[in-house]
């Protein structure tokens, strides 16, 4: 029995602690992103538009992929305010110029307790092969340095962190450098 509540717990977390970006962000801090995820249980599209949307980030679409997985395509119109949406409250960002080079940093604080996740740790360990949360950013400039051994390919930027690491880390910091556009 206890098992058995373990591994529902392990799915239940495990998969809703995957999720992946692919995003662009312009030189004016607006921009758009492709959030593939694992919605709640029993939520609606109607309630995951409203926990996606606020004044600062605009739901263009969500539809469902599987099961209990969705797409969201999303636009904002100032990346520092994607906190204002319930659900990036735990999403923070902040970004800036230093003469020719600009930075964004995000901060993404786990969400679960410990027992979830150990119970997420067990999983990545058994099932190596399930990744774990990926970013991809398009910037406006070509990337000068990321961190977290990001892999880069001229403007755009791929961290991929590992789920035992995503499970243990009380947040993950995802910083880039990236020379300033021409005004």
């Known amino acids: 029995m206890r098992r058995t509540a373990l591994l529902v ?25 492709r959030l593939t995820y694992f919605i709640r249980r029993h939520a609606t599209f109607a ?5 996606l949307t606020s004044d600062h980030v605009k739901v263009e679409s969500v539809r469902g992929i599987g099961n209990l997985q969705a797409i969201a395509e999303i636009r904002f119109d100032d990346v520092t305010e994607l906190a204002s949406a319930e659900a990036f409250r735990n999403v923070d960002v902040t970004r800036g110029r230093d003469g020719g080079v600009e930075w964004l940093r995000l901060v993404v604080r786990n969400p679960y307790d410990a027992s979830q996740r150990e119970a997420l740790a067990k999983g990545g360990r058994e ?57």
Request: hydrophobic content about 35%; overall charge negative.
């Open 47 to 51: 309630d995951e538009t409203r926990r």
């Open 127 to 183: 099932k190596p092969e399930v990744e774990g949360p990926r970013v991809t950013l398009a910037l406006p400039g070509p990337v000068l340095e990321a961190n977290r051994d990001a892999q880069v390919d001229g403007t755009q930027v791929t961290w991929r962190v590992p789920l035992v690491d995503y499970a243990q880390a009380d947040q993950l910091e995802f910083t880039v450098r990236y020379a300033s556009p021409m005004r």
């Open 9 to 33: 717990v392990l799915l239940g977390v495990g998969l809703a602690g995957c999720f992946s970006v692919d995003g662009t962000l312009q030189s004016d801090g607006s921009g758009r992103f």
